[in-house]
């Protein structure tokens, strides 16, 4: 049933209670008065919700170099994350955890800036070191995904 038929029965319900208030007490009336209208208050809510949800999360341009926008996202997440990490996984050192975290990091931050470390050669870029340094970071966030709370 769509929040529109809901809120329908809602009003048409309120209708009837109109129309029977004689055969009700007083009390009787005011509370189901009360209910009809907090559910109205919720409807109109659930209302608002639904229209932001029909809205796009995302603009077309964040959604043109998402990689970039996500980036921009993440990066202050990482950074904080390790200003405040009290620990490391079990099964790794503190120093090894840092060392991690430093290469998701660089890798975001690289992204996030637009590269700016990348060698202009373009081959070099591809076949060097700083495509897998960034590839690096990029693979150790999704492995490490799981642990990334606080």
Do not use: C
């Not at 055969?23 to 109205?40: C, K, N, P, T």
């Amino acid at each position: 049933m769509t929040i529109d038929k809901v809120q329908e029965a809602i009003y048409a319900l309120d209708g009837l209670i109109e129309e029977s208030q004689h055969q009700m007490s007083r009390d009787e009336y005011d509370r189901l008065g009360f209910i009809i209208s907090d559910a109205l208050e919720d409807f109109e809510e659930l209302k608002k919700i639904k229209e932001q949800m029909n809205k796009p999360l995302f603009t077309t341009e964040e959604l043109w170099d998402f990689e970039y926008h996500l980036a921009k996202i993440i990066l202050p997440g990482l950074i904080s994350f390790k200003d405040k990490s009290l620990g490391h996984p079990g099964n790794i050192t503190q120093e090894e955890w840092e060392e991690i975290l430093d290469k998701m990091i660089w890798s975001f931050n690289e992204k996030a800036n637009g590269e700016p470390s990348r060698p202009k050669d373009i081959r070099e870029a591809i076949d060097g070191f700083y495509y897998k340094k960034l590839q690096e970071g990029f693979e150790l966030f999704g492995l490490w995904y799981q642990n990334l709370w606080y």
